[in-house]
């Protein structure tokens, strides 16, 4: 017994040296910036001075009061919604096409993540250059088909300008969200369709009673990451717009930038990021549990 005490003591002391590597670098590039941004939040802080006094929830109230906060996030919950929706229904399209027998499966499976591994700021220039109002793609098309008598300035209109970035936004992560529901496709056992095929069940039968709930924790969790991915999307938005015309994609993501390092007021731009956390954790949770009732379910 002392010989099995004594072994065990070695294996967590080795388990804990291990470990402390990686959990000092956590602390370094997780913990700490978060707790000093929280601690942030509660202060008067500027960028222009190195005194920081306590001012308790006056930033959050000062936010709260106010009407850029509340438009900066019916902004994002537009942007995210819409983006997010398309990105999983085409992404689930695809996958499905992709599932079945069409010619040059394997072609279109080995260049689908093209567009996703192109970086953020390359697609967005790129973009620029495809929604230009005189000599861009976009409007070529569309003058020479005549679905439109007169050219578009998508970044420049108001009512366009967000849906410009969420196009590219759909076009670059929907591959992903493919991939990873057609991984979802492959995982389900084939007898189960085999089964329904006996039974008389048709596609729609098969599709709504058999599939998509087998998808089910892995959509979730690929909504979870879309969501994140497009809840904290800066570069697309500060490439394309800036936040403009006239505050029409003013992110909270540009409203935080803006508010920290264009006014130098960095208390408020740390309450910005608090209330930003906190919204997604509101999100992630349910879907967190969703994809683990569904995975325990399919167990």
């Known amino acids: 017994m002392p010989i099995r005490r004594t072994r065990t003591r070695k294996n967590q002391a080795l388990g804990i040296l291990l470990i402390l590597p990686a959990a000092l670098l956590m602390s370094m590039t997780i913990l700490y910036p978060l707790s000093r941004s929280v601690l942030t939040s509660f202060q008067l802080s500027s960028l222009l001075s190195s005194e920081r006094q306590w001012s308790g929830l006056s930033n959050y109230t000062s936010l709260l009061a106010g009407g850029e906060f509340y438009h900066s996030l019916s902004v994002t919950l537009v942007y995210v919604s819409l983006t997010v929706a398309s990105e999983i229904m085409l992404g689930l399209v695809t996958a499905l096409l992709l599932q079945s027998n069409i010619k040059f499966r394997t072609f279109f499976r080995s260049v689908l993540l093209i567009p996703w591994a192109i970086p953020t700021l390359v697609a967005a220039l790129v973009f620029m250059l495809i929604y230009q109002a005189d000599y861009g793609l976009l409007n070529g098309l569309l003058l020479q088909s005549g679905l439109t008598g007169e050219k578009l300035n998508v970044l420049n209109d108001m009512k366009l300008a967000l849906f410009g970035i969420m196009g590219v936004a759909v076009w670059r992560q929907t591959p992903l969200v493919a991939v990873m529901t057609l991984a979802g496709l492959q995982g389900i056992p084939h007898d189960r369709y085999e089964a329904a095929k006996i039974d008389g069940a048709g596609g729609t039968q098969t599709f709504f009673y058999i599939t998509l709930p087998a998808l089910k924790p892995v959509l979730a969790n690929v909504t979870l990451l879309m969501i994140i991915a497009n809840f904290q999307m800066f570069t697309l938005f500060y490439t394309m717009t800036g936040g403009g015309p006239a505050a029409a994609t003013q992110s909270l993501a540009i409203f935080t ?22 919204l997604l954790l509101l999100v992630s949770i349910p879907l967190n549990r969703l994809a683990n009732r569904g995975s325990q379910g399919g167990d």
């Open 257 to 278: 930038y803006e508010t920290a390092f264009q006014t130098y007021d960095l208390g408020k731009g740390s309450a910005i990021g608090v209330l930003w956390m906190l």
